[in-house]
Antibody, heavy 119, light 107 residues
């Protein structure tokens, strides 16, 4: 069974850093493109970052470019999002999501993890 | 960046009636379009990919159509469990942007 489980969220002060993780099971992470999507409480979805299969191209939303870094550890079958210089508008639920085979829609999502940026 | 615009923002439909949701892209995305359903406290769930193909386990009363810039999600014979927010998303190229969502309520 395919599962994605996020961890590492919490409360952090503006300007500080935080790393959230996404542990995958039921499939090999490196065989698929994987993404981070966020959702401020009560608001809509925003694509944050994606990493192609076999550690190919990486992309970022303009709102996080230069501050966030996506990476994966194949040995741990895990995805990471390193978030630096956090701002209050980065407060959101962060979801990891897997692309389908032969199509790039997101067929599996984690349950989400809340990151709150506040002083 | 491709901008996705959904309409209406919300709609209220009686059980058994049809709900029609629209999504417009600011430029052509071909058939690289997905629809997701999100219920409170849950992650989004894939309903439709490739603009018109139902994902695994999605009932036949849910259908998608369109290509290029105009897309439609139709839920025929609405049921209570269809109460949710629905998002369209293009995946033609990065950034994969989402629409702002349409909230469907049951009368």
């Amino acid at each position: 069974e395919v599962q994605l489980v996020e961890s590492g969220g919490g409360l952090v002060q503006p300007g500080r850093s935080l790393r959230v993780s996404c542990a995958a099971s039921g499939f090999t992470l490196d065989d698929y493109a994987i993404h981070w999507v966020r959702q401020p409480p009560g608001k809509g979805l925003e694509w944050v970052s994606g990493i192609s299969w076999k550690s190919g191209p990486i992309g970022y939303a303009d709102s996080v470019k230069g501050r966030f870094t996506i990476s994966r550890d194949n040995a741990k079958n895990s995805l990471y999002l390193q978030m630096n210089n956090l701002r209050t508008d980065d407060t959101a639920f962060y979801y990891c999501a897997k692309e389908r085979d032969y199509d790039r829609a997101f067929d599996y999502w984690g349950q989400g993890i809340l990151v709150t940026v506040s002083s | 960046e491709i901008v996705m615009t959904q309409s209406p923002v919300s709609l209220s439909v009686s059980p058994g009636e049809r709900a029609t949701l629209s999504c417009r892209a600011s430029q052509s995305v071909g058939s690289n379009l997905a629809w997701y359903q999100q219920k409170p406290g849950q992650a989004p769930r894939l309903l439709i990919y490739g603009a018109s193909t139902r994902a695994t386990g999605i009932p036949a009363r849910v259908s998608g159509s369109g290509s290029g810039m105009e897309f439609t999600l139709t839920i025929s014979s609405l049921q209570s469990e269809d109460s949710a927010v629905y998002y369209c998303q293009h995946y033609k190229n990065w950034p994969y942007t989402f629409g702002q969502g349409t909230k469907v309520a049951i009368k």
